[in-house]
Structures are given as structure tokens and as C-alpha cells.
């Protein structure tokens, strides 16, 4: 699967240019995933159904695996 945030490119992680916010909220979604995947935590996997999230997502990419309970 693959989300990519808003205001992101590829020079973010590699070029050093993100910030350390940008940086910090991938992290967490990062963990989250991992957590509901590998711990079975649902209540991780709720970072993923907010709509806050959905609105930090660009618009030109999504991925289209179908993945039960994000959004």
C-alpha cells in the first residue's frame, strides 16, 4: 500500500528537505501501520480512518489495494 502525504516529493527523505514535522507525522503513521499489522492493534489502525488523514493525502496518487477498515 502506499499513501503519499500532500506537500511531499521524493527529495523529502532523501534530500534532507523535509521538515522535522513532515518527518515526525510520517514516523507515526509508520508506526501505526506496523502496530495494526504486526501487533494486530485496531486501535492503531484508527490512524489511518480519520478524516484528518484523508485531507493530508495528495490528490494524485492513492494506491488501489483495498485495505478493510482505513477509510
Do not use: C
Request: proline letters at 4%; hydrophobic letters at 45%.
Amino acid at each position: 500500500m502506499e499513501l503519499v502525504p500532500a506537500g511531499y516529493d521524493h527529495l523529502t527523505f532523501t534530500d534532507r528537505r523535509g521538515s522535522a514535522a513532515q518527518l515526525e507525522w510520517q514516523g507515526r503513521l509508520i508506526a501505526a501501520w506496523l502496530d495494526g499489522w504486526l501487533k494486530d492493534d485496531q486501535a492503531a489502525l484508527s490512524a489511518f480512518s480519520a478524516a484528518p488523514l484523508q485531507l493530508r493525502l495528495s490528490q494524485h496518487y492513492r494506491s488501489a489495494v483495498f485495505v478493510p477498515n482505513f477509510y
